[in-house]
């Protein structure tokens, strides 16, 4: 295993003309990671503007309602821009001020990743462009007045699929025509190395925190711990910490839109293949001539049609398992939380929530799952009306 | 004499074009049409869902030619078709999914069945270049090099490693002013010749004849891709002939020299 594989999964398959910014993202991230004043600074930003740490909050009433396991909903949807994707945001954003950098790009599926951006952005002063996908912003045009309200350019990606895997596409076009005063932030655990890594690490202060909170809580460790993957990022930070514990099962929850047997999903794990792609080894939905399949789901942050290197090596060696959820039962816990909890969930958190509900309740009462609830569902609430057959205008 | 050395015997001009767009029929024809017209080399696409390296034109190529459902197998077909006609020297044009899709061993073996001498591949820099190399040498194919002018202890790293010839990438998107980029790209060249002895193409959106003029004077070779691909986008099944016509100035343009 090199340094920018995870096992036979990660690398650095990109054009050339990106690699001399990469090599320098590369040394810049190796020297501040260690820097004293670097950290300082991300951290007081996590704890002051971010809103860190997050609750790890029992679900009192899921539990009683599941009569099975506990389960303890780790609050990213509390955080500052309603999500866990803040905390890799003011990472790299801080990463690109320290490098000198004057403009940030990113792409964004939901808006989440984008909106964060925007927000670290003008938190710090940079310049900002989005790269969306089309009919994500039909899909969140919310978020996209929340992007511009915030100072951003919000550019709509008309090419292939017009959906997240697209958006990337773009910014990465972007990012290799300018990267001298430029730092692309990429959203996930995804992209060539050192991004996976970077964004892990970012997104591990999840598990640090919530593997404290529950030993201080419960004082054990929890049985399951899991989250909805699309590119895998809140997934990765939730799974992090926990990768040593051998006892605590990793479970990361998948889109698979209107169910896996159909073409209308984003189920990578389960039924993608190896393949090669926005600049990593990894698990991809591709076709037996590896051109990358047109994905869906009903979840816009879920619908891309990869999962990052770390997680790929974590199916193989089987230390994660990884399950497909529809939209149907992402709905449906949707709606769930909101009424027994009076927690409005992100409709991608909602795939994680989805699967709690259906394995508690076949475990033992003193057994525990914690779900990382990464983003809350304010911006899926007109789109899960709709779903329901209502209309309703923003 | 391998395939990519004869092309270099002289000035080369290289031809960019999407095989597949708008169908396979159509490319062997223009192939056949470029060899006729005194194109040396055919840099042949192959078509990907997410091409991120190529100019919109050529990204719009890649779709159309899926739409005509253009994949490796049969466009090895098409090759050993064009092969009854001519033997010009090609290189395929591909993002690694493809092929690694197809297999490695598979790919290469069939490279060398209809003589494609060289592969160039937009998404594997020199750090990944051991994910195919073993299977490249093995049946003599040349994985070309792109070079960019950012970093020149880059440039001389993949300079001295790089087989078949250099794929010299002056400076994406600034295709207004290219003769501006004079001092740099001689500059470059000058680093490049003291690093290797093959041949180096530059390849940023050529496409009049004093362009050709001006930059197959410092270079060993001329790339010409979306000029090309606009005429088949335009012409489609009657591109064969345009190409020709504009390969013929194209290449008139470099003789003089």
Known sequence: MTKTRFGKFGGQYVPEVL???????????????????????????????AGRPSLLYFAKNMTEDLNGAKIYLKREDLNHTGSHKINNVLGQALLAKYMGKKRVIAETGAGQHGVATATAAALLGLECEIYMGLED????????????????????????????????????????????????????VMGPY????????????????????????????PNIVMACVGGGSNAMGMFYNFINDKDVRLIGC??????????????????????????????????????????????????????????????????????????????EAFEYLSKVEGIIPAIESSHAVAYAKKIAPTMKKDEIIIVCLSGRGDKDVAAIAKYRGRIINE | MNNIKKAFENKALIGFLMAG???????????????KAGCDM???????????????????????????????????????????????????????NPVFNYGYEEFFMKCSEVN????????????????????????????????????????????????????????????????GHF????????????????????????????????????????????????????????????VFDYVKTMKSAIKIK
């Open chain 1, 19 to 49: 690699m001399p910014e990469i090599k320098r993202i590369e040394e810049a991230y190796e020297f501040y990671k260690n820097d004293k004043k670097f950290n300082e600074e991300l951290n007081s930003l996590l704890a002051n503007y």
């Open chain 1, 194 to 221: 050192p991004y996976p890594t970077i964004v892990r690490d970012f997104q591990s202060v999840i598990s640090k925190e919530a593997r404290e909170q529950i030993l201080h809580i419960e004082g054990k460790l």
């Open chain 2, 21 to 35: 767009d708008p169908d396979l029929n159509t490319t062997k024809e223009v192939i056949i049409s470029m060899a």
């Open chain 1, 254 to 331: 998948e889109a698979a839109g209107l169910g896996v047997d159909t073409d209308k999903h984003a189920a990578t794990m389960t039924k993608g293949s190896i393949g090669i792609f926005h600049g990593m080894k990894s698990i991809f939905c591709q076709n037996k001539h590896g051109q990358i399949a047109p994905v869906y789901s009903i979840s816009a942050g879920l619908d891309y049609p990869g999962i990052g290197p770390e997680h790929a090596y974590l199916k193989e060696t089987g230390r994660a398992e990884y399950v497909p959820v529809t939209d149907e039962e992402a709905v």
């Open chain 2, 183 to 242: 001092k740099e790209i001689t500059n470059i060249i000058e680093v490049l010749k003291e690093n290797t002895n093959i041949p180096i193409a530059l390849g940023f959106g050529i496409n009049t004849t004093q362009q050709a003029e001006f930059f197959s004077e410092i270079a060993d070779g001329i790339i010409v891709g979306n000029a090309i691909v606009k005429i088949v986008e335009k012409y489609g099944k009657n591109s064969p002939s345009q």
């Open chain 2, 42 to 96: 055919v840099e042949l696409g192959v078509p990907f869902s997410d091409p991120i390296a190529e100019s919109s034109v050529v990204q719009s190529a890649n779709l159309r030619a899926l739409k005509s459902e253009t994949y490796l197998k049969s466009i090895f077909d098409m090759i050993k078709e064009v092969r009854n006609t001519t033997q010009i020297s090609i290189i395929l044009h591909t993002y690694i």
């Open chain 2, 116 to 179: 494609v001498c060289g592969i160039v591949v937009p998404d594997l820099p020199y750090e990944e270049k051991s994910e195919i190399k073993e299977y490249a040498d093995k049946y003599n194919v040349d994985i070309i090099s792109f070079v960019v002018p950012e970093n020149i202890d880059r440039v001389k790293m993949i300079a001295k490693e790089a087989t078949g010839f250099i794929y010299f990438v002056p400076s994406i998107g600034s295709t207004s002013s290219m003769e």
């Open chain 1, 137 to 188: 912003t039909i899909r969140q045009s919310l978020n996209v007045y929340r992007m511009e309200l915030l100072g951003a350019k919000v550019h709509a990606v008309t090419f292939g699929t017009q959906t997240l895997k697209d958006a990337v596409n773009e910014a990465m076009k972007e990012w290799s025509k300018r990267s001298d005063d430029t730092m692309y932030l990429l959203g996930s």
